[in-house]
């Protein structure tokens, strides 16, 4: 079966089965609709292909006649990674052997759950389930034409445990696979000791084959992972167990990457020189802590990303700072969801900025530190500053003026049935202005200019809730907000005064 050539559903007319003929004698196909939803006339086209065995850690020697598609057959085990490859040499010279298609034991295609990791493992099957199954090979050359072809078992081994993280060691060009265990939040940097940075990683969730069966297209709770069945809304995942983030550019013996959920992950390593030359497999956490008020420094190095972590509560406010040495920097935020909440290019050279966060999502954030390009090294230090809110009340307004530099952050609480008057004077109003509530969410005060310094208005709420305001400038600016109840007013709609 030609995986390209069939996506069996109604209408469809192409080839639709692969079977083994293990005895001579007379077959009989019954053939009907798909899930019995359509109707009408078909046609029945065969073609017979020869197949060949290929055991695993052997390589088989086959002489073809002319241009021919011929078949290839492994016996698999739930789990297993059967790397195939197939040459021939014609007049001297190494020609190529295309390998194409996967056939499953049922004669459907095959599940193609190898493919996160093609970039290690280019022609190769994973079994979810124990069975034949065949590599469909074609080669485009005459007679007597002699085809080398061998296949290698891989099995993923788990990485152990060492002084710095997890770690195993691999050898040469060979490919590997390991698995380990990773937690939500868990950011992962894999170094490989390789001495090129021709390498290759790659990674992906393992599948867990318990879950699979061929008896039926469901049975028992496991599904048929050949049977074209949509899949339900909840055995969709809501993402990707893990999220690539920047390990090193371009050298391939670096990679990091953040787990979005708990999961079973596939790392997959190829290194770079002789069969027989050792190198290590390390994974490691690379994330160092960024408190409140405490500068840090790093160094980075070229190509690289350097990550720094810290914990938020909604509504938080603080500001991040950095200066850099001998490189321009580019620097990220991502919250507790991997979405990218904050981002700063240096213009150029810029070699110190900072920037206002408020923290929408409570949970761990991440800062991710590097250069423009990926081609600058240096030093480099950071900082982040939380700020407490000052309290405004009807007797306490907010006076500030933007001298120290920093984020000014006030708040106050609106009640029901009580009206609240806002006096807004300011020297300008050309300052940044945020307002928000204690979970992070935008909220407006609806204020009108009278005037180039004054604002007014008149907030109403049918809740308690309490209102944070984050005002910035870069410069000074004297302002005041003043809070008192609405004149004339009293609760059920009496008025006072004439």
Known sequence: VLKENDDRYPGDQRPLLLWHCDQDGEYMLRARCFRDKSGGQFSVRMQTYDSYDLPAGQSVDLTMNGPTRFL???????????????????????????????????????????????????????????????????????????????????????LQNGAAGLQATAYGSTPEVFQFHVKKGDLLRVELGSSSPNSKIAYSEMPDVTEFSIAQPVADGKRNPFFPREPKPDEIPETAAVRPLLGRARDGRVEAFVAARDATVWLAVEGSGPSDAPYSVKVFDPVSQLTTGQPKSGTLKIGNADYWTFDAKAGDVMTLSANTSGFAGLMRVYDPELSTVAWHNAAPDELAFSWNLIARTPGHYLVQMTSIGGGGSGTYSLERNQYSAKTITRKSPARGDFSSGRAEVWQFTAEPNRPLYIHWKSAGFDYSVSVIDEAGNNLDLSLTDVGPNDRFGILTVDKPTTYVVVLTSGRKVPYTITLSDLPGYKPGGATTGG
Request: hydrophobic share 45%; net charge negative.
């Open 72 to 158: 290839l057959r492994m016996q698999l085990k739930a789990g297993e990674i059967r790397a195939v490859a197939a040459g021939a040499v014609l007049s001297g010279h190494h020609v190529w052997v295309g390998l194409g298609s996967i056939v499953s034991p049922i004669g459907l295609p095959g599940a193609d759950l190898i493919s996160p990791l093609s970039d290690v493992f280019e022609d190769a099957v994973m079994a979810p389930v124990d069975g034949d199954y065949y590599v469909m090979a074609e080669i485009n050359y005459g007679n007597d034409t002699v085809v080398h072809a061998w296949s290698k078992s891989y099995r993923s081994k788990e």
